[in-house]
């Protein structure tokens, strides 16, 4: 069947979700054939994490304190290396299993889309001759494949250390440190390079050889970059083939409909995103794979015979079966991320019970995009998560800010020479009470002091969605980073169930409202036009109008694409697809009309 990385069981994946959501959703899925992405932000939970597993399997621990020189790198090397011998003995558990309803071998092979594999165990159940049965069962056996651990670096966070009040040198930085724990892991898997380029980084992976090909092409730790347009594709590409790095696959995500943090660009969709890689791929492999045969050659490594694959995958609202189907069908992607509707699957990610039921109810005006990051990039966030609740309760006592008790978000030097996070209580309450000396009106104040207190503690009270169903931490503060397209899903489900809703099989039910995941982010582009050209109006933005003439353009070019699609739809969907288009094209001209 190939490379488990180039030809992966499952058509979907399971995106990076926080930190703790997906931190241990690899030893939920992988033994099923599913790949999934793990979080390497946050290494204390990482080591709570491997602590808490290691007690659960009967496993020796020992631990890696943070006093330890390279003690980032080691935690994360022996968590990926933890998971990856209890998939292995998951694995071998499931090979030793029964074809019998329930098992888990039948339960693998029952989940997996249509494919010869999926043929060749119908095939199994519909033999009558005992021999037949027992060697196509074996051939089933033999071709059991685990999903992959892919792991997710946010190039952005790269905090340098310090260590006795002296800077550490470069490679001890959050970002370096966490590449060379995965890199220096068992796993033969993916790296996601999320948040856009960091040069450093990007010559750092240069220097670990399982990021190369060997003869055949086969490349034990391949890249993959996440991208919102095939210009970031290409530049980034570029700066990679130059060092002899292959990118494997391009993972387009939606600006503004994903979870967690959002980066919307100047209203590019993600249609005509698509629409680009689908035209262009061929151009952009034969380019990058020039540029990175002489960087090979002048690296003296040989160039594989076989050609580099490169896959394009997307992520980003995705809800049905039809739209996925769309997506592979229209725009020739090679897989979807589905994020969001996973989390009211709490036997693949981690969440609280009173999370879960939260977000069970949320309705449409629940999630929104806020300005919680400390990174200063919008944030979807559930406005009731206990996160959100204790910060406004903060707010109210006069103690606006949190404590600082991991810092991966520190950055601001304003008030400090020791770079500071601007949700803790040292930022804000230093920053309020410049504010307040500026002397300006009254209404402008608020909008200004709201801009400090709505920073939150992000890096601490994402792991709340593992710290505290996981009794590691029962008293922190849970947020949620759901994407809209959550409100719309309000039944919890199984694993099976999801997947079959995936596919088609079966579909979980969900608010006739929902809008085509298209039309979606474009509306979600058109309040953030709103809010940004009100908030110019009242001189509080930094957009000139030449970027809301871009902006613009982009979002018609949006429309004009999806007029064009909607003739590819179903009868039934179509007239609903351009009416609700129509009226977002109307939309857009009031909001510029003022």
Not at 331 to 357: E, M
Not at 460 to 475: E, F, R
Request: hydrophobic fraction near 35%; proline fraction near 5%; aromatic fraction near 6%.
């Amino acid at each position: 069947m190939g490379h488990p990385l180039i030809n992966p069981v499952h058509k979907f994946y399971i995106p990076v979700m926080g930190t703790g959501f997906t931190i241990d959703t690899p030893l939920k899925v992988a033994r099923y054939g599913i790949s999934s992405v793990v979080s390497l932000v946050d290494d204390t939970l990482i080591e709570q994490m491997r602590k808490r597993l290691s007690g659960n399997s009967g496993r020796l621990y020992r631990e890696i304190p943070a006093s330890e020189e390279d003690s980032r790198a080691d935690r994360i090397t022996s968590y990926l290396n933890m998971m990856d011998e209890m998939i292995e003995n998951q694995m071998e558990k499931m090979r030793a299993s029964l074809f019998e309803a329930g098992s888990e071998v039948t339960r693998y092979f029952e989940m997996l889309p249509d494919s010869p594999l999926k043929t060749m165990y119908a095939a199994m159940q519909n033999a009558r001759d005992p021999q037949e049965i027992a060697r196509l069962q074996q051939a089933l056996r033999e071709k059991l494949r685990p999903g992959a651990i892919d792991v997710n670096i946010m190039t952005k966070l790269d905090r340098d250390k310090m260590s006795r009040g002296k800077a550490l040198p470069p490679v001890f930085s959050d970002a370096m440190s966490a590449l060379r724990g995965y890199a220096n892991s068992r796993l033969q898997s993916s790296l996601i390079l999320s948040a856009g380029m960091n040069r450093r980084l990007f010559s750092y992976l240069a220097e670990f050889s399982d990021f190369y090909p060997d003869e055949t092409g086969d490349i034990r730790k391949r890249i993959i970059l996440k991208v919102g347009d095939f210009r970031s594709a290409l530049l980034q590409g570029k700066l990679l083939a130059r060092k002899g790095l292959w990118v494997s696959e391009y993972r387009i995500e939606s600006g503004l409909n994903c979870g967690g943090h959002a980066f919307g660009g100047k209203g590019t969709l993600l249609g005509p995103v698509l629409s680009e890689f689908a035209e262009r791929r061929e151009e952009l492999a034969e380019l990058l794979h020039e540029i990175w045969a002489g960087a090979m050659v002048e690296l003296g490594r040989a160039i594989p015979e076989n050609k580099m694959d490169v896959r394009v995958t997307v992520q980003g609202g995705i809800g049905t079966s039809a739209e996925n189907r769309l997506l592979e069908e229209k725009y020739r992607v090679d897989g979807a991320g589905w994020g969001s509707p996973f989390l009211l699957v709490p036997d693949v990610v981690n969440i609280p019970a009173d999370h879960l039921a939260k977000i069970q109810k949320a309705g449409e005006n629940d999630v929104h995009l806020s300005n919680a990051s400390p990174l200063g990039v919008p944030f979807w966030c559930l406005k009731n998560s206990s996160s959100e609740e204790i910060r406004l309760a903060r707010i109210e006592k006069g103690k606006p800010g949190s404590a600082c008790p991991k810092g991966y978000l520190v950055s601001n030097t304003e008030f400090t020479k020791v770079p500071i996070c601007t949700a803790s209580r040292a930022y804000q309450r230093r920053k309020l009470t410049q504010l307040e000396a500026m002397g300006a009106l009254p209404e402008e104040l608020k909008e200004l002091e709201g801009q400090v207190t709505d920073k939150a503690c992000i890096c601490h009270d994402l792991a709340g969605s593992a710290t505290v169903p996981h009794a590691i931490d029962p008293s922190a503060k849970t947020a949620i980073c759901c994407g809209p397209n959550t409100v719309y899903f309000s039944r919890k489900a199984k694993l099976w169930e999801m997947v079959d809703h995936i596919y088609g099989r079966a579909s979980l039910p969900i608010n006739s409202e929902r809008p085509h995941m298209f039309l979606k982010e474009l509306s979600l582009h058109l309040d953030r036009l709103k809010t940004e050209v009100g908030r110019r109006g009242r001189d509080l933005a930094m957009a000139r109008p030449k970027s809301t003439d871009e902006v613009k353009e982009n979002l018609l070019k949006g429309i004009r694409h999806y007029r064009s699609l909607a003739a590819g739809l179903a009868t039934d969907r179509r007239e609903d697809f351009l009416n609700r288009l129509e009226n977002l094209r109307s939309d857009l001209d009031r909001i510029i009309d003022g």
